[in-house]
T-cell receptor, first 110, second 112 residues
Framework: QKEVEQNSGPLSVPEGAIASLNCTYSDRGSQSFFWYRQYSGKSPELIMSIYSNGDKEDGRFTAQLNKASQYVSLLIRDSQPSDSATYLCAVNMGEGDMRFGAGTRLTVKP | NAGVTQTPKFQVLKTGQSMTLQCAQDMNHNSMYWYRQDPGMGLRLIYYSASEGTTDKGEVPNGYNVSRLNKREFSLRLESAAPSQTSVYFC?????FGYGYTFGSGTRLTVV
């Protein structure tokens, strides 16, 4: 069974803190990994992609990948109220078969 | 630059009716996808298309058909709508397989 698992939350952090979002996946052969942000009532928006083990940083966002542990994470530094959204982890499990987790709802409190 | 355009944005169907959801992208992407999103279940892949002229089934294809009309357009058809097809439908495109997606704004479909 091809699965992507995320803690549904809600995850609540104070403004300025680091938010840590986690994701595990079932297909050991997966090669590409993504994080999307989805505001309520809107469509998902790509914020990070990562293809190799280690960290990838883009502004306040850092994606971390550990293929041996089948684990992907997203860190959001200096969290802002505007970061409050649902974050979707997505894993490409072969050809066009991109699987999404159910999402983690993040709330950043002023 | 519109990105991915979906129509309609909202639709109410009666059980047994048919309809086609339209999707078009202007980013010269090769690959296109249809997903449905239900509360608590995340996005589930219905059909996808690697390139013009090719389509493949995803995780939940039953009750749906697709047409990759040309490189820009990828339509989703419900031949006989059922209440279980009540959902939000998203079209997406990517440069190729393995790249990140650009999503359309979605179609909220209710089948009564």
């Amino acid at each position: 069974q091809k699965e992507v698992e995320q803690n549904s939350g809600p995850l609540s952090v104070p403004e300025g803190a680091i938010a840590s979002l986690n994701c595990t996946y079932s297909d050991r052969g997966s090669q590409s990994f993504f994080w999307y942000r989805q505001y309520s009532g809107k469509s998902p928006e790509l914020i990070m992609s990562i293809y190799s083990n280690g960290d990838k940083e883009d502004g306040r966002f850092t994606a971390q990948l550990n293929k041996a542990s089948q684990y992907v994470s997203l860190l959001i530094r200096d969290s802002q109220p505007s970061d409050s959204a649902t974050y979707l982890c997505a894993v490409n499990m072969g050809e066009g078969d991109m699987r999404f987790g159910a999402g983690t709802r993040l709330t950043v409190k002023p | 630059n519109a990105g991915v355009t979906q129509t309609p944005k909202f639709q109410v169907l009666k059980t047994g009716q048919s309809m086609t959801l339209q999707c078009a992208q202007d980013m010269n992407h090769n690959s296109m996808y249809w997903y449905r999103q239900d509360p608590g279940m995340g996005l589930r892949l219905i059909y996808y298309s690697a390139s013009e002229g090719t389509t493949d089934k995803g995780e939940v294809p039953n009750g749906y058909n697709v047409s990759r009309l040309n490189k820009r357009e990828f339509s989703l058809r419900l031949e006989s709508a059922a209440p279980s097809q009540t959902s939000v439908y998203f079209c997406a495109s990517s440069e190729n397989f393995g790249y990140g997606y650009t999503f359309g704004s979605g179609t909220r479909l209710t089948v009564v």
